[in-house]
């Protein structure tokens, strides 16, 4: 017992050391995830371990320390016991590390993670009709294969004389994604049902989606929902756009494959009369990551399709314009959607350059020099149009207009690669000229 205390004693500043590690740990351990006692009191006691076992795997006679001769050969203070220690002390720092690394990439995970929160639709008979019920086990099927969404019941109903921050609140307190709730009643023979899918803060930037989707009042013979019919249809347009909003949270993380894989699940869930958002969206954002993926071929496809279903589509156009420019360099292509999208009544200035540069490639000069010259006029700051309408003026014969092109881009773009580039064009026009 004298030899325990008195190693003890002699161990204090590791003792010491190991319960400031062992604060450290638990303060991290609250950071990502609420410290209950148990978990504190496993820290403390393997941080004290680790101390002693660094002080008897370390620790040699202090008296010999200063001898160069013994420092060369140094004798520990417990030989027999500092080999378990050196191994209790490697195995304790590194199931450390490992265990603060995996602390903090689970949560860097788990904050892309989506929480569905589904409230009990507020109506009659609700144990018999099972509307909740029905919709989480459908959302639980769809959305299986996603490791990244998690689906949860509230376990009560919202109605509609609640307001939207009592839901909101309810949906922040289980870090929800997204909110479903809904009620239903029942008028002779008629069922009268209306659905709320809400998207909180976290995903209010999605593009083309908006944050409320209240589904307008539906009246269905009453023996749809006694057949359960009601239910499943209504389950599958929840699943449908569930898929659809996941995607879109995918696809601003630029997991593109993630987002192709849960577009592809949507459309099956796709029918006619589930309207809200269109499948022309999904085609849209689908094309756009598989080009983003590097496959042109198939991102035309979807666009194709996305302006067959809404010919109206005008950031469709744009898109595919961008592709045929880009990737597929069929410039007459993009030449007519860019073209097409200007019907639409959008314009800017990068949007005309590129256009010009369709037309420069397709070798249309003429046209090429038009499109810059208004890229300039909507924005005289755009020095890459400056850049290309030098590169115009060249093929046009008109060195002197190309210099004074190159010189603004020289002087004023604050871009190096476009100065650097007029400064190689200023050069090679006029070996002479120095800026």
Known sequence: MKKILKLLSEARPEIIGGLIVAGALALINWIFDFVN????FEITLGCIIWGLSAYVAFSYSKNRRRSKLVRRAREWNYPQLRPYALAMFSILTICSIGWIGSRIYNKIISSHDLVILVADFDGPDPKNYRVAEIILSQLETALAPYSDVKIEPLGYAFNENQTRDVIRTAGEKHNAAIVIWGWYG??????????????????????????????????????????????????????YLSLVTVGLARYSLEDWDGAISRFNSALQYYSANKNIVPPSEIYYYRGSALFEKGDGASAIKDLNQAIFLDP??????????????????????????????????YSNSCMYVNLGRAYYYNEDYQNALLRFDI???????????????????????????????YERVWRFSTNYEQRQYALSRLRELNDTHEP
Not at 186 to 196: G, R
Not at 320 to 329: P, V
């Open 375 to 405: 890229a300039i006029e909507a924005d005289p700051d755009n020095y890459s149009a400056y850049n290309w309408r030098g590169f115009t003026y060249e093929k046009l014969d008109k060195p002197e207009n190309a210099i004074l092109d």
């Open 186 to 239: 029942l008028t002779n023979d008629k069922v009268v049902l209306s659905y709320h899918f809400e998207i909180m803060s976290k995903l209010e930037n999605q593009p083309q989606l908006c944050t409320i989707i209240k589904d307008p009042i539906r009246y269905s013979p009453e023996v749809e929902l006694e057949g359960f019919t009601l239910q499943t249809d209504l389950s599958e347009e929840l699943t």
């Open 37 to 40: 006692i148990w978990v504190f």
């Open 312 to 345: 109206n589509y005008a950031h469709a156009y744009l898109r595919r314009a961008g592709i045929y420019l880009e990737k597929e360099k069929k410039y007459s292509e993009a030449i007519s959607d860019y073209t097409m999208y200007l019907t639409f009544g």
